[in-house]
């Protein structure tokens, strides 16, 4: 599945959360592919890194991995791909070529999902201040029995 995913995204000072993306679940496990942004030590105070980040919450034990930085200003495509019990993530910007995110964390290659789950978009917050996002071009494509 994928989508486009643009907004506003710019926690100010340094406290704030803003993310969206594309969520796949079966109701214990969730398994994420988001753009967002996280004030840190590296911050100007006024805006923060935005980047694609993922990550597996397994029976309420969260893991969260880095990712790459984006441009801030433009919108970002995100890709979840199931192949076999194997997840690929991807993103892009300006329409190039989709540059798939190299899993470090041990077990995400081989997540166990059933083969009905719940997919859909995802937008999470927290911080004092305005956070708009959007979504568009959401595709779906069947897994097949391959």
């Known amino acids: 599945m994928e989508v486009r995913v643009g907004g506003l995204f710019c926690p100010l000072g340094k406290k704030g959360y803003h993310a969206a993306g594309l969520l796949v679940t079966d109701g214990t496990r969730f398994i994420w592919l988001k753009r967002a942004t996280q004030p840190n030590e ?3 105070g006024v805006t923060s890194p935005l980047y694609a980040g993922y990550g597996i919450i397994d029976n309420f034990a969260a893991e969260f991995f880095g990712g790459c930085l984006l441009d801030a200003e433009k919108p970002v495509s995100l890709r979840i791909e199931r192949r076999e019990g194997t997840f690929r993530m991807a993103y892009k910007q300006d329409d190039n070529r989709w540059v798939y995110i190299e899993h470090r ?4 290659e081989d997540v166990e999902l059933p083969r009905t789950v719940k997919v859909g978009v ?3 917050a927290w911080a004092d201040v305005f956070f708009q996002s959007w979504f568009d071009n959401f595709k779906l494509t069947p897994l097949s029995d391959r």
């Open 42 to 44: 590296h911050t100007d």
């Open 105 to 108: 964390v041990r077990g995400l």
């Open 122 to 124: 995802v937008a999470e």
